[in-house]
T-cell receptor, first 117, second 107 residues
């Protein structure tokens, strides 16, 4: 199983809604990531979890709240978002999380396309 | 600071060879990656260089020169399905992506 699964694939929400994006991997990877990608732009790192602990927060606004319930799951809780937060949200995982990259490979999910009205 | 530069767009002909260049500056360095991303899809891993030299993998090769902060991705025998965005990414404590090069392969 070499997949990173993200749900939902599409999400439309209002600025007052609370929603969550979910990500799951069963490759035994110990690092998990959230990236945000706008159209025709590269992925921008938001958060990194290493061994279920938040290791990097790229100064992301508090309306985005990550959670790592266990080594296989990563959530992104959304509250009071703005229309400019509309983007593709990509989850990724990698084998080693303590500041090293063993295989050089991040496995990406297909993303959750978020539209904020 | 961290900076990664690559051309925005390239066009090539089916069956030809194309080279996509990337220059980088990172705080610390632990590898240079190339990813392919088709429109509306997730990035997929193509190659990883941590030492100087050429890494070959089928029709794709990647080269790294750490002293020059330079890498390239070489695609041979281009196919229409190779039309995609090619992202150069450097690991300096975290993976930072360049802007991506949109490659169009024409018949």
């Amino acid at each position: 199983d070499t997949e990173v699964t993200q749900t939902p694939k599409h999400l439309v929400m209002g600025m007052t809604n609370k929603k969550s994006l979910k990500c799951e991997q069963h490759m035994g990877h110990r690092a998990m990531y959230w990236y945000k990608q706008k159209a025709k732009k590269p992925p921008e790192l938001m958060f990194v979890y290493s061994y279920e602990k938040l290791s990097i927060n790229e100064s992301v606004p508090s309306r985005f709240s990550p959670e790592c319930p266990n080594s296989s799951l990563l959530n992104l809780h959304l509250h009071a978002l703005q229309p400019e937060d509309s983007a593709l949200y990509l989850c990724a995982s990698s084998q080693e999380g303590r500041g090293r990259v063993d295989t050089g490979e991040l496995f990406f999910g297909e993303g959750s396309r978020l539209t904020v009205l | 600071g961290q900076n990664i530069d690559q051309p925005t767009e390239m066009t090539a002909t089916e069956g030809a060879i194309v080279q996509i260049n990337c220059t980088y500056q990172t705080s610390g360095f632990n590898g240079l990656f190339w990813y392919q991303q088709h429109a509306g899809e997730a990035p997929t891993f193509l190659s990883y260089n941590v030492l100087d030299g050429l890494e070959e993998k089928g029709r794709f090769s990647s080269f790294l020169s750490r002293s020059k902060g330079y890498s390239y991705l070489l695609l041979k025998e281009l196919q229409m399905k190779d039309s995609a965005s090619y992202l150069c990414a450097a690991w300096g404590g975290k993976l930072i992506f360049g802007q991506g090069t949109e490659l169009s392969v024409k018949p």
